[in-house]
């Protein structure tokens, strides 16, 4: 069940729409800074300002967060170099779904893990979690079931076995198969909280870097 969703009106809010659609009576000069650099990449059309994760870093200051609720998802894709920053939409117990300005480009994660995607041309439908990255608590190896969409519009499913090794608050996920692997790699809190990843979404799109910035 979801337990939480955004207003579309303040989700606009990162892309420069007034804070009156939220509740407040006047326009914010770092909402209305921000509103310059908006991006529709990621799949959901033709890019109007496309930014990189170093520019949207800088924008990102702690002032700008904490208009959005103080939660706000950075996704580059690495083969484009392009970046966007989705807000959280929905939270659905340890899942949250984030989306963009525009609604044409969503990643949902479970633990900072990726498990869906929507709008990138050749999206993630599902994907079963791996496990909590909490220290002390991480198995060497577990299944991890993908869906994706194979060139005749028909759900494939693939079963990876994923080994874990951890140095530190750096993860190494290895999921593999006799004829297709990958490495996601992730930097996480003792408790588990993952603050930047490199996640594999698709063989057509790649990686995507993920990066929490509260």
């Known amino acids: 069940m979801i337990i939480y969703t955004m207003n579309r009106a303040c989700l606009g809010l990162f892309f420069g729409l007034t804070l009156s659609a939220c509740g407040t009576q006047e326009k914010s000069p770092l909402a209305l800074m921000t509103s310059q650099y908006a991006s529709r990449v990621l799949g959901g059309g033709a890019p109007q300002d496309e930014m990189t994760m170093e520019q949207l870093r800088a924008i990102l200051t702690p002032e700008v967060v904490d208009q959005f609720g103080g939660s706000v998802l950075l996704v580059e894709t690495v083969d484009k170099g ?22 044409q480009a969503s990643v949902s994660t479970q633990n900072g893990a ?45 079963r990876y076995t994923c080994d874990y090794s951890r140095g530190g608050s750096s993860i190494q996920e290895h999921c593999h198969t006799v004829e297709h692997d990958f490495i996601n790699t992730y930097k996480a809190t003792k408790t588990g909280k993952v ?4 996640q594999w979404i698709s063989p057509q799109i790649g990686y995507v870097v993920l990066e929490a910035v509260n």
């Not at 999206?123 to 909490?134: C, H, I, M, N, T």
């Not at 603050?195 to 490199?198: D, I, P, Q």
């Open 114 to 158: 990726l498990i869906a995607t929507r709008g990138f041309g050749f999206d993630l439908l599902s994907a079963e979690a791996p496990p909590a990255f909490k220290h002390g608590d991480m198995p060497s190896s577990q299944t991890r079931q993908f869906q994706h969409l194979d060139g005749e519009n028909q759900v494939v499913t693939t």
């Open 195 to 198: 603050l930047h990843s490199r």
């Open 82 to 103: 392009t970046a966007a920053g989705f807000l959280p939409v929905a939270v659905n117990g340890s899942a949250i779904t984030w989306m963009t300005q525009d609604g």
